[in-house]
Each structure stands twice: as structure tokens, then as C-alpha cells.
């Protein structure tokens, strides 16, 4: 049975290093033309697929490429319309257009090409499906570690100076710019020894193998040495139980863990311990320090690994493991993952609009799944998969035993994945009302620049739903025939609402089924509302909540997200007429404007808007110096108009046109629709009088307002009532100045029935966000946040709704639902323990064309990590409790470095002091070395938890390098709530600034969470 194991773990070691050998046909890799397609000009170029490094090139004024990895949607055909028809081409490029969304220098690009030929198209659109897959697989968590081996091996194959043969000389510059950090001493006894034909140089084949000698591990062969020592050097299955529960804190089922380390395990057959150890580890070229007894056993708070001493110049390096299996790129793999499929259409309902609610507990109630329980099991390394049931389960042979590659590869594996929600799909109740769910949000959806001349696009809305958010933003203004979208009083471009509800319907249940909900606020006339209302029954069609005002029955619970699968909601100011009859009659709502406000005073915008008005005209003039003189004239004119639309009491902001409100494009052209639109804004305007009457929401919309109807925030107490269905939004500020005011505890309670959206402040010009756990802490669930920005207010809501199978939805914690308010009184002080040991192929630096820094001294990485742990002001307990917490953030205590004989190098331990918000320590910085560099320093972060509620703190690891231009200069990233962060040892997946997962880049870590 073993050997049957052996040979069918040898030929998925196979099957998926042949994934990494997509069959690109040779007419992509040497070229074909096609025509790329902006807004202004069409111009034809050679094109190439290079299936090695994982690019697609072509040359223009400067050599461009597009590196798979950086692909974020690929649109084919009729899926690409939208650009076609807006770039004003015939219908009959439409069989043959590609389009390439990706991320170049921080910032998402698009890549429009018409094929030459629809055999040409075929061959673009199969093979980047394929290779795409494949990317996107591997950038899913850890995990395939057989494919990864294949695809860097090619990737610095193909990197190297001769594409047939590697001298020493070419091996040892590749090294270099690889940032491996070996001496040359080191780096000739690997050459010699993979040169085993003596022949002077290396042949791919001779150069994978020098790859794996390269690549030991010396901190895992530590670990597993003193882990085996207590069966004479055999890593038996007891011996990993032990391991499982005690370092690991796994709470599988011994079934589960056994079917786990069969899957890893290997026959010992007739060999001794000794020879079993040589065996596993024959590959590792490394010295050893002798050890004459077993390693003492230490407290899994602070793991003990040997470690080789002396310079890490020439020790550090990462796992022996067998050469990768050998690739073929002229043969198509049958096993490659298919193409994804295109976004299926929204699920169709029946006639009866309005869900019925199902039967759920009391919303106070706590029974069923909360938000940190997820569930157990085991699946396989790659993909997620049923357990057998226990009878099932095959015994574990005495002769199988771990080698030590068959335990670097777990350790690596999704099976010992560092974020427990890796493999499970939604797997919390979804059946409780939907007030008990934090919900995936985004705040003007449509913008993807500033919220000041930033571009409306659709584009915003595919990137947030293709990420599961389940909660988007429109601002709806009258259009020359049917409503627009863009941000009122500022100058960004515009986009079609029925476009926008197009993009919606077509990607809105791609990634989840789970409920849409569509924020609007209306500013268009009552003809316009009935248009708006007329589009989203037509394009939505069925998918889309409504009811009649007439007759509605009362609702005394919010639905489920279960029961609103599928479904399209509308958010909207509005109020219903009262229940006499006569109120029916009349063809329009009037409503308190102040109940979906999103924007600051203008007061409070000045000095901002004064800075980035600075900048935008500082920029026109460096641009274009000719068009300044009738851009001044425009501004003249627009100036007037500015002053008649803001009003006598806003001369400063009206000033600021002269200083360059419409400077963000210079020339007539933009001047002129600067003109337009503020001259659109006047003739609109300029009748009202001081106090201007209360806007109308057509009887249209109203019955698209079914469970979420927007009102204004009268208060927080006994004497407002608010129906289940009414919903307010608050802005940043005002959310901020009722937590302070020590409305904390009411608007929990509040929002235990109720929905509530919070949104950023209007003085936040250029995008940036608040870290949303502030406000989850309150209960509200709809917390906005601006997609377009990647900051630490993005990664925490990216961390959040990862969980629970990325369905948009995540249970609130525990303390925030349930009757019992003791529990926000709990104030718990604990303390997060990492040990940062490793880290294994750290991202190599990339100039702004997405290219290699080649320059040896510009190239260098000088790594550190450091460790925040981002805690929300837990404002909603008791004054008495909270001064056990700091008012301000302390500076971090000095480092007290401590020699542990044990682990044969220092050790660094480094803690963090207490603080409100946000607490950090970092390592020391490791010299020259990006490939693998070690520390084995233990770093403590002390932090006070409220209820429990350790789904609402989150911890940042940041890879960065001391030589970068500032102190904030990010290699790699990992961001994770710690109520999905496992302990025990764990490879932590690194991404970039954009969250996408590097191919080949992790962090080797030992966690543990315990009480201070």
C-alpha cells in the first residue's frame, strides 16, 4: 500500500509540474501583429508570448511587458463591448478583441488589441486562458509547491546570459542578481557537484539540480532533526501528532491528521533510522553543528531551531528536495486547469418579488456558527477535498515515516496553511438576519482616480464585485437622455447609469451568490428618477427587490442573506406615504435631503482642496504652456458661474478657481467642458432660494425600496423608533463624534436590528481610507471604504472578507449580536509571539515598466520584517474598564538581545509597548541577501481584546528593505485578522502593494497567541 502511495504521489508530482508547460504555440513566441486600441489612436505591433518567464512583450518607443502574474481579468469578444463601443469601432472587430486588465507600477492598466485574424484570436484567447489559470492558482495561497519549483527554475533559466548552457562565471552573475546571498566558495561546490559530467557547465537539467542544493533549508532540517530525535531520527506519525497538537494547536481528529501525513509520509522499509535520516536529507550539502544529545524541549511560545552559526553569508539558503520533474514545452498538457469560465448570468426568480424572510432565532440570540469558529478537516494540498470517513481512512503503516522532504513540503502546503479559512467555503450561517453580518462595502464605486478629477468608469465596479464586495455606490445626476453617474460639484468625467447597472447585472453573482446592495443618492429630476427606476427593472429584470406602495406588508425582520440570494437591492433617501389612501395619489415622496448626506462641509475642505488645486494647475502649466491663455479666460467665466452655484458665503472656495480648479487637462477642449458643466450646474441652480425645498423621490423609486430605505439619523434613543427596513448612513466624522460622545454602546445596540452604512469624509480628496475595524467595532455593517486606494484601511477590509468562502458576508462577532452586554465589558490583555525565522525568495525590484533592476547596487535587498497589530478603539465599553489601555501610542521599548546557546546564533527579542491603536516592532535588517535571508528573532506585541472579539484585530507583516528610498518602502506584505491566523510554524504567502499573492515569495514564521 505504501509503494501505491509512493508511485501515485510521484505522478501528481508529475502531473502538476506539467501544468507549468502550457503549449504555447510557436507562432505567439516568435511573434504575431495586432493592433493596439486607445481612445485617441490605433497602431499596429509584434506581440509575443514568452511561456518561460511568463510575459507578454512587444516593442514601441520602449521595450513593454505585461508579466502574467500581473493580469487581473482577461475579457474576450462581446465581454469586451464596452470599450469597443466606447473607442467608437465597428461591430466587426468585435469577434477578435482582447482586452488585458493588469497592474503596472502600483496603479491598474488596460491593454486593448484587435487580432489580425480569428485563428490568431483563438490562439491568444486559449493559451493566456491556460496560463492564467495557472497563474492564478498559484497566487490563491500556499501550496503546489512541485509547479512553483518548475516555473522559477524556467524563470531563471531563461534569465541567464545563454539559453542552451550556464558557465560557472554566467551562474555566479545570475546568483547575484537573484540577490542569493552565497559565497563563491559556496556557489563553486554546488557547480561542481551539479556538473556531474564534469563537463564545465551546467545544461537545464544539470542546473535544476544545482537549483535544489542551492535551496536547503537549514532552519527546517534544524526542526526536524530535534523534532525526530525522539524516535532515533524517524519521523513517525506519533511523532507528528505530538507536533500537530502541541506546537501546531491543531484541533483535527487523529483521522484527519493521520489521512494528512499519509499523504506526505514515505516507506522506511528495512533501513535504519540512521539511513532513513540520510536518505531525506541526501540532498542537503550544508554542515550540521553536532549535537550528541536530543535538543531540551522548550515551551511553544518560543521554538527551538539549529541553526548553523557563523556568517549567514554562506549558510543561508533553502529546502533539499529532488530535482523538479522534467518539463517539456512542446507537448499541451491534458491536466492544465480551463479556462475560466465567463461570468455566468445573475440566478432568475419567479414573479413574486419580495423574498419571504425565513424562520430565524431572535436577532439578541447567539445560537448557530459564530464568526471564529471554522471548520475542521483536512483536504488536499492543493485543493479542497472531503475527508473519507474514519472507517475509511487507511492505518498507518509502521514503516511510514517523514522524511525530511515529505515535511518541508507539508510545512509549505495548504494543508499547514497560516490562514485557517484557506480551503473552506462559506461556511457560517448565512441564515440569520441580515443586520448580523459585516458587509463588503465600497464608496464611490465609479471613481478609480481622486474624488476631485478622478475618471468614472465601469471599471470600478467589475474590479469591486469581481473581489466580492456586495455593497456599491452611484451617484445618479440627470444625463441628456437617461441619468449619468459621476461626483457632483467636482470634475470628474461621467458614465452611463445603464452601462453601469450592465456591469452590475454581469458580474454581481461571479464570485458570490450572496446580495447586492446598490447605495444611490439621486439628484436627478422626477422624469430622470422614473428612467432610473425603468433601467434597473430592465436590465436586473427579475434579480432585482421591489414591491408596491400600496398594500406592503409590514416587515418585522430583516431577511437573511440566504433568503436574498441572487438579489439586487436598492438604498436610496425616501419615505413612504402615510397609510391614507390619498397619499397614493400623488407622484412623488418628499424626503429630509440630510438622510444620505456624503459629503463634508465646504469649510472643511478648503485647505485640502487649496493643496491638490495647487498641484493639478502645477502640473497644467508645466504641461502646456500655450493653452494657458484661453484656459485663463475659461476660468473667468467659470469663476461667475462657481460664485452663483456655491453661494455669497463661499468666496474662498469660489477663489480657488483662479488658482486652478480646472487645470487637471489643460487646452480648450477640457476647459470647455469645465465651462459646460459648471454652466450645466448654474442654469440648475441659480433659482433656488436660500432655504431650497426638500427634494422628491418618484413613486418609481420608492418601490424599489423594500428592506433598505434610507432615513435620516434622528438620534440614538428611546424616544425615535426606526422600522427594520430603515437605514441611515453616517459620514466618517459624524460616526467618529457619536463613538466619542460615548454613543458606543447605543449604536451597538442599534445596529443589532438595523443597518447601518458609514462613508468617508469629503475632505479625503485623494482616496484614502480609514482602517474600517473601527467602525465594525460599533456594529455597523455596511463600513465604505474607497477600492481604488491601497492603503492599511484596504488591506484591513481585504483581510475581513476573505473569510468565509469571500462571500461579502461575515457573521459579526459573538459580543455584538448577543443580549448580553456584559460581554463588551471584557476587557481581555494578551500577547501576540512571533518568531520571524525565514523568509525564502523575496520579490526582486522592478523599475516602472514592470522590468528586472538589473543594476547590481540598485537590485541589493537589505530585508528587516516588521510586525504591527492593528486593535479598533474599543469605545463602546465602560470608562471604568478602559483605563487599562493607554491613551497614546508609546514608543517601542529598546531591544534586549539575549545569546540562546540553543539555537546557535543570537536571538533577538523584541516587544512592543501597549498601545491604543497600533503596536510595532521590527527585526534587525539582514545585509545583501533577498533570497534567503534568516533571523530567528522572537518579536512580542502586547494588545487588549474586548469580548473576544479577535476577528475585529489585525496583524501586518511587512517585509521591507533599509535601502529603499524611505522608511516605508514595502518589499512584500501579509495582512490578516488574527481570528483566521494559525499558530505553530506557518509559511505566510507575501503580496504586493495591490494584494496579489507573489509566485514564489513567503515568510517562515512560529505564532502563538496567549493571554499577557
Not at 528495512?270 to 515551551?299: D, G, K, V
Request: a neutral charge; glycine letters at 6%; hydrophobic letters at 35%.
Amino acid at each position: 500500500m505504501a509503494q501505491i502511495r509512493q508511485d501515485e504521489q510521484q505522478l501528481t508530482v508529475m502531473q502538476k509540474a506539467s501544468m507549468a508547460d502550457v503549449a504555447v504555440p510557436p507562432l505567439l513566441q516568435q511573434g504575431v501583429p495586432m493592433t493596439k486600441v486607445s481612445a485617441t489612436k490605433q497602431k499596429t505591433y509584434l506581440f509575443k508570448l514568452d511561456p518561460d518567464i511568463g510575459q507578454i512583450v512587444w516593442e514601441s518607443k520602449k521595450h513593454r511587458i505585461i508579466p502574467i502574474e500581473n493580469i487581473k481579468e482577461l475579457r474576450f469578444g462581446a465581454e469586451a463591448r464596452y470599450y469597443r463601443q466606447q473607442f467608437q469601432l465597428a461591430e466587426q472587430y468585435e469577434d477578435r478583441w482582447i482586452t488585458i486588465v493588469y497592474t503596472l507600477d502600483a496603479e491598474y492598466k488596460t491593454l486593448h488589441l484587435i487580432a489580425s485574424t480569428f485563428d490568431v484570436f483563438q490562439m491568444w484567447h486559449l493559451t493566456l486562458r491556460k496560463l492564467y489559470a495557472i497563474r492564478q492558482e498559484l497566487m490563491s495561497g500556499p501550496g503546489n509547491v512541485e509547479m512553483r519549483e518548475a516555473l522559477w527554475e524556467k524563470q531563471c533559466w531563461k534569465g541567464g546570459e545563454s539559453q542552451e548552457q550556464l558557465s560557472f562565471d554566467e551562474v555566479e552573475k545570475l546568483c547575484r542578481r537573484l540577490n542569493i546571498n552565497s559565497s563563491a566558495d559556496d556557489l563553486l561546490t554546488f557547480f561542481v557537484k551539479a556538473d556531474s559530467r564534469k563537463r564545465g557547465y551546467l545544461d537545464f537539467s544539470d542546473f535544476q539540480h544545482f537549483v535544489q542544493l542551492l535551496k536547503a533549508r537549514p532552519e527546517v532540517e534544524a526542526l526536524y532533526k530535534r523534532l525526530a530525535s525522539a524516535m532515533n531520527g524517524l519521523f513517525t506519525f506519533d511523532i507528528f501528532q505530538s507536533f500537530m497538537r502541541n506546537s501546531q494547536k491543531s484541533k483535527l481528529s487523529d483521522n484527519e491528521l493521520r489521512q494528512i501525513f499519509i499523504k506526505y509520509a514515505s516507506r522506511a522499509d528495512s533501513q535504519t533510522p540512521a539511513q532513513a535520516h540520510a536518505a531525506a536529507s541526501s540532498t542537503s550539502t550544508l554542515p550540521i553543528p553536532a549535537q550528541t544529545t536530543p535538543a531540551p524541549e522548550r515551551s511553544s511560545t518560543e521554538p527551538s531551531l539549529q541553526a548553523v552559526s557563523g556568517s549567514t553569508s554562506s549558510t543561508q539558503a533553502a529546502p533539499a528536495s529532488s530535482s523538479a520533474p522534467g518539463l517539456s514545452s512542446s507537448k499541451p498538457s491534458a491536466s492544465a486547469p480551463t479556462a475560466p469560465a465567463p461570468p455566468s448570468p445573475a440566478p432568475q426568480h419567479k414573479a413574486s418579488t419580495i423574498p419571504a424572510p425565513s424562520t430565524v432565532p431572535s436577532s439578541s440570540s447567539t445560537s448557530g456558527p459564530n464568526s471564529a469558529s471554522v471548520p475542521s478537516g483536512a483536504s488536499s494540498s492543493d485543493a479542497p477535498a472531503t475527508l473519507p470517513p474514519a472507517s475509511s481512512v487507511p492505518e498507518v503503516d509502521g514503516s511510514d515515516v517523514l522524511t525530511l522532504k515529505g515535511f518541508t513540503s507539508f510545512l509549505m502546503s495548504v494543508d499547514n496553511a497560516a490562514f485557517s479559512d484557506q480551503l473552506s467555503k462559506v461556511y457560517q450561517d448565512m441564515t440569520r438576519p441580515f443586520s448580523e453580518y459585516l458587509v463588503s462595502s465600497s464608496h464611490n464605486t465609479y471613481l478609480v482616480g481622486n474624488q476631485l478629477v478622478g475618471v468614472s468608469t465601469i471599471e470600478g465596479y467589475i474590479r469591486a464585485l469581481l473581489h466580492s464586495c456586495r455593497s456599491v455606490e452611484i451617484d445618479v445626476y440627470d444625463g441628456d437622455n437617461e441619468p449619468q453617474i459621476f461626483h457632483g460639484k467636482t470634475l470628474t468625467s461621467k458614465v452611463g447609469l445603464r452601462e453601469v447597472c450592465e456591469a452590475i447585472k454581469k458580474y454581481a453573482f461571479v464570485t458570490s451568490p450572496y446580495p447586492i446592495i446598490i447605495s444611490a443618492e439621486v439628484h436627478c429630476s422626477l422624469p430622470q428618477q422614473d428612467k432610473m427606476a425603468a433601467i434597473m427593472r430592465d436590465v436586473f429584470g427579475d434579480t432585482l427587490v421591489t414591491a408596491p406602495v400600496e398594500g406592503r406588508p409590514k416587515i418585522e425582520q430583516l431577511p437573511s442573506p440566504e433568503d436574498l440570494k441572487g438579489r439586487i437591492l436598492l438604498k436610496t433617501k425616501g419615505a413612504f406615504p402615510s397609510e391614507n389612501e390619498a397619499a397614493i395619489q400623488v407622484q412623488a415622496v418628499e424626503v429630509d435631503s440630510s438622510s444620505t448626506e456624503t459629503s463634508a462641509s465646504d469649510s472643511d475642505m478648503i485647505h485640502e482642496l487649496r493643496d491638490e488645486l495647487k498641484t493639478e494647475w502645477k502640473k497644467a502649466r508645466d504641461k502646456d504652456h500655450e493653452a494657458m491663455k484661453e484656459l485663463k479666460d475659461e476660468l473667468r467665466k467659470a469663476r461667475g458661474m462657481f460664485n452663483r452655484v456655491r453661494g455669497k458665503n463661499n468666496n474662498s472656495i469660489s477663489a480657488l478657481v483662479g488658482t486652478g480648479v480646472a487645470a487637471a487637462a489643460p487646452g480648450s477642449q477640457r476647459a470647455g467642458q469645465i465651462h459646460r458643466r459648471l454652466s450645466s450646474s448654474s442654469s440648475s441652480s441659480s433659482a433656488a432660494s436660500e432655504k431650497p425645498p426638500k427634494p422628491k423621490i418618484s413613486l418609481e423609486i420608492t418601490a424599489l425600496l423594500v428592506y433598505t430605505v434610507g432615513v435620516k439619523c434622528r438620534g440614538l434613543n428611546k424616544k425615535e423608533h426606526y422600522e427594520p427596513a430603515h437605514m441611515f448612513s453616517l459620514s466618517e466624522s459624524t460616526a467618529n463624534k457619536m463613538v466619542k460622545s460615548g454613543s458606543g454602546h447605543d449604536l451597538v445596540k442599534h445596529c443589532k436590528g438595523h443597518a447601518v452604512r458609514v462613508y468617508p469624509k469629503g475632505t479625503r480628496l485623494k482616496s484614502t481610507n480609514y482602517e474600517p475595524h473601527r467602525f465594525w467595532a460599533t456594529g455597523c455593517q455596511l463600513v465604505a471604504i474607497n477600492w481604488q486606494t491601497f492603503d492599511m484601511g484596504y488591506m484591513i477590509n481585504h483581510a475581513m472578507f476573505q473569510r468565509n468562502g469571500r462571500a461579502g458576508y461575515v457573521l459579526k462577532p459573538p459580543a455584538l449580536r448577543s443580549a448580553d452586554k456584559e460581554q463588551l465589558a471584557q476587557r481581555t490583555k494578551r500577547v501576540l509571539e512571533v518568531t520571524i525565522i525565514s523568509a525564502q525568495q523575496l520579490p526582486r525590484r522592478r523599475d516602472s515598466s514592470g522590468r528586472e533592476v538589473t543594476d547590481k547596487d540598485k537590485g541589493r535587498i537589505d530585508p528587516y520584517v516588521e510586525v504591527s497589530v492593528h486593535v479598533p478603539e474599543w469605545a463602546h465599553t465602560s470608562v471604568k474598564s478602559s483605563s487599562s489601555s493607554s491613551s497614546s501610542v508609546k514608543t517601542p521599548s529598546k531591544l534586549a538581545a539575549a545569546s540562546d546557546s540553543s539555537l546557535g546564533l543570537d536571538k533577538l527579542d523584541k516587544v512592543a509597548s501597549v498601545g491604543q491603536q497600533l503596536n510595532t516592532v521590527r527585526t534587525s535588517v539582514v545585509k545583501n541577501n533577498g533570497f534567503n535571508p534568516l533571523w530567528n528573532e522572537v518579536l512580542r506585541v502586547p494588545f487588549e481584546v474586548v469580548g473576544g472579539m479577535e476577528d475585529l484585530v489585525f496583524v501586518k507583516f511587512a517585509v521591507k528593505s533599509e535601502r529603499g528610498e524611505d522608511n516605508d518602502d514595502h518589499v512584500a506584505l501579509y495582512c490578516v485578522s488574527l481570528g483566521s491566523l494559525e499558530q505553530g510554524y506557518r509559511h505566510l504567502p507575501l503580496h504586493d502593494a495591490q494584494l496579489s499573492q507573489f509566485l514564489f515569495s513567503t515568510l517562515f514564521v512560529h505564532i502563538n497567541v496567549r493571554d499577557a
